[in-house]
Structure formats: structure tokens, C-alpha cells
């Protein structure tokens, strides 16, 4: 399974981004998609995931300003992303496993290679 993420930028405080991520190769065991991202030198943060019932899941510091959403027919998962904050400046990526857990607690089998996001101040 290959993941292509695309739609990261530079954007002001307050502003959206919305990232795309599509995959490719066999996806057939692939049931949940998700969202994680790496600040320099810092561990990384998942902070969405989605499965193939579309249950999503966030992580508290983007509850309620990230929108997860998946096309299945595209195999592609996106990332509506609202009221950006400096904070949100990472390295996005892209992820997919056979469970949503897996993607929660951050083993997932596949990833992306990620896209730049930065919010300036």
C-alpha cells in the first residue's frame, strides 16, 4: 500500500487547510485511515482516525477544528482543517491499518511520507 499526501502549506492564523491523502495498492485488509503529525525534534501526535463505518476519533488538542472524512471508492481519506493555530506547524501524515485501534495507538502499517504544514503567527 503506497499513501500520497498532498494540500499541506503556509497559512495564516485562523485560516483551513485541507489535506488529501490517496492510497494505492492493495487495499483490501485496509479498513481505517488516519491522520498524525511530527513537530521538529518532538514525538509524533496521532490526531485522527476513521474506519470503514466511518467512526472518527481526534485528539483533544484538534477536537472540534479538524474534520476527518474518507472516500472509499477513491481510497482517499482527507483532513479538513479549520481555525489553524502556530501550534499546528508539523509534518503531516498520511496513515492505514486494519483497525482503527491500530491507528489510535500509533502502529499503523502503512504511512505516507508526509506534507508541511505551517501557520504563521
Known amino acids: 500500500v503506497q499513501l500520497v499526501e498532498s494540500g499541506g502549506g503556509l497559512v495564516q492564523t485562523g485560516g483551513s487547510l485541507k489535506l488529501s491523502c490517496v492510497a494505492s495498492g492493495n487495499m483490501f485488509a485496509i479498513n481505517a485511515m488516519g491522520w498524525s503529525r511530527q513537530y521538529p525534534g518532538q514525538r509524533r501526535e496521532v490526531i485522527a482516525a476513521?474506519?470503514?463505518?466511518?467512526?472518527?476519533d481526534y485528539a483533544k488538542s484538534v477536537q472540534g477544528r479538524f474534520t476527518i472524512s474518507r472516500n472509499t471508492a477513491q481510497n482517499t481519506v482527507y483532513l479538513q482543517m479549520d481555525n489553524l493555530k502556530p501550534e499546528d506547524t508539523a509534518v503531516y501524515f498520511c496513515?492505514?491499518?486494519?483497525?482503527?485501534?491500530?491507528?489510535?495507538?500509533?502502529?499503523?502499517?502503512?504511512w505516507g511520507r508526509g506534507t508541511q504544514v505551517t501557520v504563521s503567527s
Open positions: 476513521i474506519d470503514s463505518g466511518a467512526t472518527t
Open positions: 496513515t492505514a491499518a486494519f483497525f482503527r485501534d491500530e491507528i489510535e495507538y500509533d502502529y499503523p502499517h502503512y
